[in-house]
């Protein structure tokens, strides 16, 4: 039986749609929220919801809020601009990267996983198998003790490195996917650290076609790209309109080379809109529109005169390809 799991219950991979592979939608992070960091935390349901309803009046149908557990989570209000807006949202539960373990933890969290005073803490404090049964419960019961399922279950590592409370969430993660096989996503650091999470991850008995590598764009390496690729791994384009990082030219031709070496089915684009200034109803960004009405045009037209076929390259990235990373196959 094969299914994705939505905010809206599980759902047939073949009626998802035009989606966005990583994105956040609302959330209030500690980490940032004790930095005085305002332009990081995405704390208003109706302008985040106009957003999305700007990505929907495009054609986006699907969105993967890759939101976990230490990243401030608002589970309510995600749901509720699902209900409202009528658009697909997927859930994730699991862990972020270490760095942002270091402060305070939500209260409402502290309800399910007690009175610790950091996720740096709590991840110390417990075992890999117990941090693995909370992730667990959060795809089979609910995110943060509500009845709406995780997803996706998700670990990150830092920058050139992996620290040992990383691992520990890691080997969590993968025996939370062996129990309930919902995909695995990683935050990856400027796109660093992939062969390494990949070789912990087949310790941990891992299928790497069940895995999406986040951030690959932040790391424009064509020859490294192919060395995950080989895997059979999924590679997540998701820095789309950061151009900040590198022009889009650099991440077209990135792709294009996964596409030119035969790895086509392997590939997500999404654009990791976690601040305000990214966000068109928050504080005048691009938006989440930019990539539907603007990228993608611009994509298929440099595709096709590169001797590609754009339009099934943008079919491939944001609706076959999705359809199949986030499907759970038991």
Request: glycine content about 8%; some cysteine.
């Amino acid at each position: 039986m094969s299914f994705i799991r939505t905010f809206a219950g599980d759902i047939n991979p073949e009626n998802l749609g035009f989606t966005y592979s990583h994105e956040h939608i609302v959330c209030r992070p500690s980490y940032w929220v004790e930095k005085g960091a305002d332009d990081l935390l995405l704390d208003d349901k109706n302008k985040s919801k106009l957003d999305v309803l700007d990505f929907q009046k495009h054609g986006g149908q699907a969105i993967v809020d890759a939101t976990a557990i230490d990243y401030g989570r608002d589970v309510q209000a995600v749901k509720e601009i699902s209900e409202e807006t009528g658009i697909t949202i997927i859930g994730t539960a699991g862990f972020n990267k270490s760095f942002l373990w270091d402060a305070p933890i939500h209260e409402n969290i502290k309800k399910l996983i007690g009175d610790y005073g950091t996720y740096y803490q709590w991840i110390e404090d417990k075992s890999v198998n117990e941090l693995a049964d909370f992730v667990i419960r959060e795809i089979e019961d609910g995110l943060e003790g509500t009845k709406w399922k995780g997803g996706q279950v998700k670990f990150g590592t830092g920058y050139n490195r992996i620290t040992p409370l990383e691992e520990k969430t890691l080997r969590a993660v993968a025996r939370a996917h062996h129990e309930t096989k919902a995909p695995i996503h990683t935050h990856t650091e400027a796109g660093t650290m992939v062969l390494e999470q990949i070789e912990l991850l087949r310790k941990e008995g891992i299928d790497l076609e069940h895995v999406s590598f986040g951030h690959m764009d932040r790391n424009p390496d064509p020859y490294y790209h192919e060395q995950v690729a080989k895997t059979g791994a999924f590679l997540s384009f998701d820095g789309i309109s950061k151009i900040k990082y590198a022009p889009e030219s650099t991440r077209i031709h990135c792709i294009l080379e996964l596409v030119r070496k035969g790895y086509t089915d392997q590939i997500l684009v999404s654009g990791d809109t976690a601040r305000k200034s990214y966000y068109k109803h928050y504080d005048y960004g691009l938006g989440l529109e930019n990539i539907i009405a603007k990228w993608v045009p611009r994509f298929i037209a440099e595709a096709n005169q590169l001797g590609f076929d754009g339009e099934a390259l943008v079919h491939k990235f944001f609706v076959e390809n999705p359809a199949r990373c986030f499907t759970f196959k038991k």
